[in-house]
Nanobody, 120 residues
């Protein structure tokens, strides 16, 4: 059974940092791409970042480029999102997603999300 469990969300001040984690189980983690997406109030789901199965390739939304860093530890079945220089517009529910293949694209499983709130 595929499980994705996000953690690490919370309240941060503008300019601060948070590190999100996603614990994966129930599938061959090292064989598939993973991604983070966020749902903000009144907005469509936004793809924030993704990482190829081997970790050698990544992508970022323009809105987070230079501030967020995605990484993965295939030995621990974990994917991370380091978020620096946070802005109030980064507030949202952040989801971890499992791709169907080794490259980003089609996503078939989602976690329940972890809330990130950026406010002073």
């Amino acid at each position: 059974q595929v499980q994705l469990v996000e953690s690490g969300g919370g309240l941060a001040q503008p300019g601060g940092s948070l590190r999100l984690s996603c614990a994966a189980s129930g599938f061959a983690f090292g064989s598939v791409a993973m991604a983070w997406a966020r749902q903000q109030p009144g907005k469509m789901l936004e793809w924030v970042s993704g990482i190829y199965a081997g970790g050698g390739g990544t992508f970022y939304a323009d809105s987070v480029k230079g501030r967020f860093t995605i990484s993965r530890d295939n030995a621990k079945n974990m994917v991370y999102l380091q978020m620096n220089s946070l802005k109030p517009e980064d507030t949202g529910l952040y989801y971890c997603a499992k791709a169907a293949y080794s490259i980003p694209g089609e996503y078939e499983y989602w976690g329940r999300g972890t809330q990130v709130t950026v406010s002073s």
